[in-house]
Nanobody
């Protein structure tokens, strides 16, 4: 059974930085599309960034130039470096592993709060 475990959330001031980590286990990590989503109260869960098995990446328009997603297949690890954080980045951030032919997995979520 696959599992994703996130860490790294917390409280940060506007303009600050945080790095989220997600470790996967129990599935062929390197074959999966690894993504970060976020959800604010009363809002739908939205895609923040995706790292494709090919090495390419995709970002939501409002995080381009501020967030960077990277992955380390040797350690089943995906990171989200978040810089120049804004109050509107406040949300629960979820790690996601997705593949066309295999099961999909979600992490438990980690809270990010940007406030002065």
């Amino acid at each position: 059974q696959g599992q994703l475990v996130e860490s790294g959330g917390g409280l940060v001031q506007p303009g600050g930085s945080l790095r989220l980590s997600c470790v996967g286990s129990g599935f062929p990590f390197s074959y999966y599309f690894m993504s970060w989503y976020r959800q604010s109260p009363g809002m739908e869960r939205e895609l923040v960034a995706r790292h494709n098995p090919s090495g390419t990446t995709n970002y939501a328009d409002d995080v381009k130039g501020r967030f960077t997603i990277t992955r380390d297949n040797a350690n089943n690890l995906v990171l989200l470096q978040m810089d120049s954080l804004k109050p509107e980045d406040t949300a629960i951030y979820y790690c996601n592993a997705n593949h066309l032919y295999y099961d999909e997995y979600w992490g438990q979520g980690t809270q990010v709060t940007v406030s002065s």
